[in-house]
């Protein structure tokens, strides 16, 4: 079984400020770990994803992530948001059994 | 460029109808996947197709049903769409060697139900 939580539905950050969206995951195998962002009217792009790899992922936009696994966390940070940054992120889960599941997602929204 | 897309984007219907969301894919993926995004509850499996002979339930298939018409093609539908199935709905694509099953999105179809 495998399942996520994304805390925080709503984050506000000032613009030039440290982003952090927290996912939290739980997964029997070992997990591959993803995080999506959905900008308004528009499907989920991948923003990065951990394969066993190096633990510091980097990705689109100046995104990355930190697996940690006696954290059972991947959360996703940028040091210095942009209004271009507004828009709902999805952390997803892989265990092996081939399909991704979801959490609930966090709205970012941007302070000028 | 390879892609997923997904038509209609936009469907306003009546409690009672049937309805056909379609997905079509350039990337010559083999795995389909359908999802439904509701507020507050993220991503949700509908069904998934491993390749064409190969169709599976999701978490909420009931309601639902799909056809996987060929490697490019996967439709969800509705027989008798109900007010709670009001939602974008989601497809994507993996490919069959991906040991991580990283999965592509299609940009989503807005179903409201009347």
């Known amino acids: 079984a495998q399942s996520v939580t994304q805390l925080g539905s709503h984050v506000s950050v000032s613009e030039g400020a440290l982003v952090l969206l927290r996912c939290n995951y739980s997964?029997?195998?070992?997990?591959?770990l993803f995080w999506y962002v959905q900008y308004p009217n528009q499907g989920l792009q991948l923003l990065l994803k951990y394969t066993s790899a190096a633990t510091l992922v980097k990705g689109i936009n100046g995104f990355e992530a930190e697996f940690k696994k006696s954290e059972t966390s991947f959360h996703l940070t940028k040091p210095s948001a942009h209004m271009s940054d507004a828009a709902e992120y999805f952390c997803a889960v892989s265990g092996g059994n081939e399909k991704l599941t979801f959490g609930t997602g966090t709205r970012l929204t941007i302070i000028p | 460029d390879a892609d997923v897309t997904q038509t209609p984007r936009n469907r306003i219907t009546k409690t009672g109808k049937r309805i056909m969301l379609e997905c079509s894919q350039t990337k010559g993926h083999d795995r389909m996947y359908w999802y439904r995004q509701d507020p507050g509850l993220g991503l949700r499996l509908i069904y998934y197709?491993?390749?064409?002979?190969?169709?599976n339930k999701g978490e909420i298939s009931d309601g639902y049903s799909v056809s996987r018409q060929a490697q490019a093609k996967f439709s969800l539908s509705l027989e008798s769409a109900i007010p709670n199935q009001t939602a974008l709905y989601f497809c994507?694509?993996?490919?069959?060697?991906?040991?991580?099953?990283?999965?592509?999105f299609g940009p989503g179809t807005r179903l409201t139900v009347l």
């Open positions: 997964s029997s195998v070992p997990p591959y």
């Open positions: 197709s491993f390749d064409v002979k190969d169709i």
């Open positions: 994507a694509t993996s490919a069959a060697d991906s040991s991580y099953n990283e999965q592509f």
